[in-house]
């Protein structure tokens, strides 16, 4: 009979506990657990007393100690217990035993009450060698004790890891400056911290995760990432997101220019033809390589200050009352061949990937620099828009040729911005750029004029943002030239019955009210009756465009669709056929579609993650000034009264970059 101050054991949610006899309740045991919680128990539950106890006179403190001191004296003693003898001799002997029956073969029949709970304890926790049924204890086989000894090894291997990577990451962490750790010797544990950092809440081991984290001495995910960085999984925050979206981390290799078997002569024959007016084009066809050599044209380009890949070049001529404008596009399709390894690889990456300081690009950067970029000296294959306008800047006729140009100069936005004042071709090319706006906003095309933000490595490394203003003469010109370019190329493609694949949008679901279009939430305003554009097999038209059919072909180096939309010019131009018949495209379609909305919703995710750190090393903390654009139900009652479109100030209290948000304190 158990008397008070005895120490028994017992299952506690599946798992075998201690429990000091406090004293009974009724026909129940009233006992404190080794958390020192009280517990009543039926005493029939009670597995075996321990045959120690602990002196009730003692204070809860040191019966707290002496219980905790108790029970590492049993794992002790039990871990001395050699099972491994007694399944060895046990077997073949029958199938089951029961405890008294083992007890009394390893112990003898004087056994001790303490030696016999040695032996219980060793059976319930450390056990590989018996099988724990309702009647007893049943020999394991072989194969099956040496299964669970390799796992326990395992278990132990990966426990000691475990601890090793606490360790090792801890000290990384606290340590200032570079750190070495051996990453390959805690692979595992780096694994699920790494994983839990791309994934978050969905990766199954999120709370093992979260415990190391613990351990390690980190408070959030982004203190994660950084030690990750730190220790060198990943080189800076550009892979981690990278990896995080499923993004490419590098550009294709060289290596698969040799493997598309195809290697473009540098110099292709030409048909040396100095174009200089538009009644001067012979109408036959060109043969074979023969391109129209417009090297001699005063062609140049107009991009931003950081831009290295140059996809798209304009020149302009004055003759006699007429206007040539040229929209020349890097041709990329005389270098990509289709089905090739390149092809099927900038297929898959669907377009380039900007980022603060890096880029990644659809196709392999030799290629670029070498042969498609439309660098300033260099000659370069192109695809060229021809289009004449008079005097009134209408268009009277156009055509698409294969051709060889020459940029002759570079020019950023504000440069050109400034010449438009005091060189007569770029003040034309901007009237005819701006009478090209006119004529699409009669047609019901919307302008956005919002400024552009630019997120860049500055000198030193440090994110910086700048504000890039898009009314400007610079931007307008590209623009509109750029615009016509696709316009003019989707009319060329359905007049000719060309498969093609259109970027269509349809007319607003409700009539869009009268807007301010200097208004800095014109854009939010308008987008809430849009149609959302997509790619079509039928040219349909583009609303906020103001266009009757319009097809991307502009970025070629950078966009798979341009590039596919160049090839159907291409192959029409020179063989009079397609390469790609309606039904292919349709194969190729809805993959690019999905293609293209993925990355899209990955670069706005990065964007979004890149502002937001720069607001918060800079901002976070701070008064600002601020628009509201949006208002839910709760912000409507008094006394707030807030409008869209109020300036107000808030404090930015929080920023949270892995969950793109901003908690913000409403001050005024």
């Given at each position: 009979m158990a008397?008070?101050?005895?120490?028994?054991?017992?299952?506690?949610?599946k798992h075998l506990v201690l429990g000091l006899l406090q004293g009974g309740k009724g026909d129940l045991y009233v006992l404190f657990t080794e958390e020192w919680k009280e517990t009543e128990l039926e005493p029939h539950k009670v597995l075996m007393a321990t045959g120690k106890g602990i002196d009730p006179s003692l204070s809860v403190p040191e019966k707290k100690e002496q219980m905790k001191r108790l029970r590492a004296l049993f794992e002790e003693e039990a871990r001395r217990v050699d099972l491994s003898g007694l399944w060895e001799y046990l077997q073949g002997e029958g199938e089951r035993f029961d405890f008294d029956l083992l007890a009394e073969t390893y112990l003898g029949r004087n056994a001790s009450p303490e030696e016999k709970f040695y032996l219980f304890w060793a059976l319930e926790n450390h056990n590989p060698y018996f099988k724990k049924s309702a009647q007893g204890y049943v020999p394991r086989k072989q194969e099956e004790v040496e299964g669970i000894l390799r796992a326990e090894i395992k278990g132990?291997?990966?426990?000691a890891e475990r601890e090793r990577a606490i360790n090792e990451l801890s000290r990384a962490w606290q340590e200032t400056g570079p750190v070495r750790i051996d990453r390959e010797g805690i692979r595992g544990p780096l694994t699920v911290l790494r994983n839990f950092a791309l994934y978050g809440e969905e990766l199954g081991r999120a709370r093992e995760a979260q415990g190391l984290m613990e351990r390690i001495g980190l408070r959030e995910e982004l203190e994660l990432i950084a030690l990750l960085i730190k220790v060198g999984e990943w080189e800076g925050e550009e892979e981690f997101l990278l990896e995080r979206f499923q993004l490419p981390q590098a550009p294709p290799s060289a290596e698969l220019l040799a493997e598309s078997s195809f290697l473009p002569e540098r110099e292709p024959p030409l048909r040396m033809v100095i174009v200089s007016a538009p009644e001067k084009f012979a109408d036959e066809p060109l043969k074979g390589a023969e391109r129209w050599d417009l090297t001699s044209w005063e062609t140049f380009t107009i991009d931003d200050e950081m831009t290295e890949v140059f996809d798209d070049a304009l020149?302009?001529?004055?003759?006699?009352?007429?206007f040539l404008l040229g929209v020349h596009i890097a041709d990329a399709a005389a270098f990509v061949p289709p089905g090739s390894p390149l092809d099927r690889e900038a297929l898959k990456r669907g377009e380039t990937i900007y980022l603060p300081g890096r880029r990644v690009d659809m196709l392999p950067r030799s290629l670029i620099a070498e042969h498609l970029s439309l660098s300033h000296g260099q000659e370069r294959l192109a695809l060229s828009?021809?289009?004449?306008f008079d005097h009134s800047f209408n268009l009277l006729e156009y055509r698409l040729v294969e051709s060889v140009i020459r940029v002759k100069r570079r020019l950023t936005y504000p440069q050109a911005g400034a010449l438009t004042g005091s060189e007569p071709l770029l003040c034309l090319l901007q009237e005819l750029s701006q009478a090209l706006r006119e004529k699409r906003t009669a047609a019901g095309a919307l302008m956005f004029n919002l400024p552009e933000l630019k997120i860049f490595c500055g000198p030193g490394g440090e994110l910086q943002v700048k504000k890039v203003l898009s009314n400007t003469p610079g931007h307008l010109i590209v623009s509109e030239t750029m615009i016509l370019m696709n316009h003019l190329a989707a009319a060329f493609?359905?007049?000719k019955n060309i498969p093609v694949l259109y970027r269509v949008q349809g007319s607003p679901n409700r009539e869009i009210p009268k807007l301010n279009g200097d208004d800095p939430l014109f854009p939010l305003r308008a987008i809430r009756f849009l149609s959302a554009s997509r790619i079509s097999l039928d040219p349909e038209?583009?609303?906020?465009?103001?266009?009757p059919a319009y097809i991307q072909v502009t970025s070629p180096i950078r966009r798979y669709v341009d590039l596919l939309a160049l090839r159907q010019l291409q192959g029409t131009l020179r063989q009079g056929k397609a390469p790609y018949t309606r039904e292919e495209l349709e194969e190729l379609y809805p993959s690019l579609e999905a293609g293209q909305r993925e990355v899209k919703k990955a670069e706005r995710a990065l964007e979004n993650y890149w502002l937001l750190k720069y607001l918060k090393l800079n901002l976070e903390g701070r008064k600002v000034p601020a628009l509201v654009s949006q208002l839910g139900n709760r912000w409507r009652p008094p006394p707030l009264k807030l409008e869209?479109?109020?300036?107000?100030e808030v404090k930015l209290e929080g920023i949270d970059l892995l969950q793109g948000k901003i908690t913000a304190v409403l001050l005024s």
């Open positions: 008397k008070k101050g005895d120490l028994l054991a017992f299952y506690q949610r132990k291997e990966k426990e020149s302009l001529e004055r003759q006699d009352g007429r828009l021809l289009a004449t493609c359905r007049e038209p583009h609303y906020s465009l103001g266009v869209e479109g109020a300036e107000v």
